[in-house]
């Protein structure tokens, strides 16, 4: 009884797979879809205008990393691309800063400082 909890029962792999091996969908995907392949190598942009960099930070961004914003200087719209921020599982953070108090905001500038 291999791969399966069930008497009698045999599991031969996944229901997709054995329509793979049957030829059932003879398209294949490309190994890497275009513009989609979360490329970038940046774990964090800091933002100050997402809604004229959103994306640019996206086009940097590698897979799980996160976006933070705590302005919107210029005030254009943020247009958010569901797709592109989905397939690179990406977190987009809002802060309101001026709660943090001033031994925090300090110790952010620290940490970022060269």
Same mark, same amino acid.
């Given at each position: ?6 008497p ?13 091996r049957?030829?059932?969908? /003879?398209?294949?995907? /490309?190994? !890497?879809? $275009? ?9 964090? !942009?800091?933002?100050?205008? $997402? ?6 930070? @996206?086009?940097?961004?590698? $897979?799980?990393?996160?976006?933070s914003?705590?302005?919107? @200087?210029?005030?254009?719209p943020?247009? @958010?691309?569901?797709?592109?921020t ?9 802060l309101? @800063?001026?709660?943090?108090? /001033? ?6 500038v620290?940490?970022?400082? /060269?």
């Open positions: 009884m291999s791969g399966s909890s069930c009698g029962r045999r599991v031969r792999g996944s229901p997709t797979d054995w329509q793979a049957s030829g059932a969908h /003879p398209e294949r995907f /490309p190994e !890497v879809v $275009p513009h989609l392949d979360g490329a970038g190598v940046v774990d964090a !942009v800091a933002e100050v205008a $997402p809604g004229a960099n959103l994306a640019l930070g @996206l086009a940097v961004l590698r $897979p799980r990393g996160t976006i914003t705590y302005a919107n @200087l210029g005030g254009a943020v247009e @958010l691309d569901v797709a592109r989905t397939v690179l599982n990406a977190r987009l953070q809002f309101v @800063l001026y709660t943090a108090g /001033p031994r925090v905001r300090a110790a952010a620290e940490d970022v400082a /060269p």
